[in-house]
């Protein structure tokens, strides 16, 4: 009989504090040659690794928010700390892998690049574009992260006839902490086309793709493990499944529609530490009935230090006027009255029930309180509902 396994055993005790807050909104007038391959880039089966190594401090990873158009902007929150490896990526939709454009990418107002996307003919080292026009395109930013706090990235279409709609913006940092744990790493990327035959039935079907964290674990060492995987393009209600050495992950009670996002954009963390292997570890993504998805990013953290008895609230929400058309900041104070360190949890920003921003925190001693910020733009004047989870993965 297959095991199933829910991955997000709860090793906190949070208390899920939620601040309502009714808001008006006021109208304002202000590598390698990653080659295009229908099947996958660099590779048609497997995310590669770009980075393996080990950090006293953490890796952040965080992105979001599901397909828009442009200008569109994701906010960052990254840790204080030195950072010694950082790396944007940005998932765009072609329309087709016929079309061809340009589009800008902003970060940390900064404009990074002009870059002109060339459907089937793109030869870009840092895009990777795959089925029918659908890219994942990647930046290091590492000398760009000359600041804690929110960042913006901001991507928009200047010319030509692809789509331009952004599936999502993520971002993954390695950062040194002087006092943070030891913290041991694996990060994948690519782009690979998991698909049926197609309507048509012109296509052999390409149904299961890994991701392999290669080299020895000494499971005696770490007592937290995470898997955090990124998908484009997934659909609700049709079935795909991801597992760890064989073992069933859930997302809650979902273990078999993993990547089933309404907005064609799915980033999920899953606790793996009871699946963790002396050799060898490794993700696999197998398509169910999925028509076509994407995986494109997978990374791996093994953690020398254990999440004991916290307890996480939320103690302040400062809310300022707020404007459509503007990114407009708003803080909120999260605080540990626990009896031990909270590790690796993320808030979360809600209006009118959909996440607008987050923000990742890597560690919270006994205590102690930290103020984040978040961003929202709203996209029409009027009241709207907001509210703030101090842990939305656990809520």
Not at 211 to 232: I, P, S
């Amino acid at each position: 009989m297959e095991k199933i396994h829910d991955s997000r055993k709860i090793k906190l005790n949070i208390f899920l504090s939620c601040v309502l807050i009714a808001v008006l909104v006021l109208l304002s007038t202000s590598s390698a040659v990653a080659d295009y391959n229908f099947e996958g880039v660099p590779e048609k089966d497997k995310l590669e690794e770009v980075e393996q190594d080990n950090v006293k401090g953490g890796v952040y990873v965080d992105g979001g928010h599901g397909i828009g158009f442009s200008p569109y902007t994701q906010s960052f929150n990254v840790p204080e700390g030195n950072v010694t490896w950082a790396r944007l990526y940005v998932g765009v939709w072609g329309g087709n892998e016929e079309n061809t454009g340009s589009i800008e990418i902003t970060f940390n107002d900064e404009e990074i690049d002009t870059l002109e996307l060339k459907g089937k003919d793109d030869k870009n080292d840092n895009v990777y574009c795959s089925g029918h026009g659908v890219y994942w395109i990647y930046y290091d930013v590492k000398n760009n992260l000359n600041t804690s706090g929110p960042l913006d990235a901001v991507i928009t279409k200047k010319s030509g006839d692809i789509d331009g709609r952004v599936y999502g913006v993520v971002l993954v940092a390695v950062y040194k902490e002087s006092d943070g744990e030891q913290v041991e790493y694996w990060i994948n990327d690519g782009n690979v086309n998991l698909h049926g035959p197609g309507w048509s039935g012109e296509y052999e079907t390409n149904d299961e793709a890994l991701a392999e964290f290669d080299g020895t674990v000494d499971v005696d060492e770490f007592v937290a493990a995470r898997l955090t995987v990124v998908y484009l393009t997934g659909t609700p209600g049709l079935s795909d499944y991801l597992y760890f050495n064989d073992e069933k992950l859930c997302d809650g009670d979902n273990c078999d529609d993993i990547a089933n996002s309404k907005q064609s954009f799915d980033i999920k963390t899953f606790d793996v530490i009871d699946y963790i292997e002396k050799d060898n570890n490794e993700a696999k993504f197998e398509l169910g009935d999925e028509d076509y998805v994407h995986p494109v990013l997978a990374v791996l953290t093994l953690h020398t230090e254990e999440e004991g008895d916290s307890d996480l609230t939320v103690s302040n929400v400062a809310v300022p006027i707020l404007y459509t058309g503007s990114s407009n900041t708003i803080t909120a104070t999260i605080e540990n009255i626990g009896e031990d360190p909270a590790y690796g949890f993320q808030a979360a920003l809600y209006a009118d029930n959909e996440i607008v921003s987050t923000a990742s925190i890597s560690s919270l001693a006994a205590g102690k309180n930290k103020t984040v910020d978040f961003s929202w733009k709203p996209d029409r004047e009027g009241e709207h509902m907001l509210w703030v989870y101090v842990d939305h993965n656990d809520k």
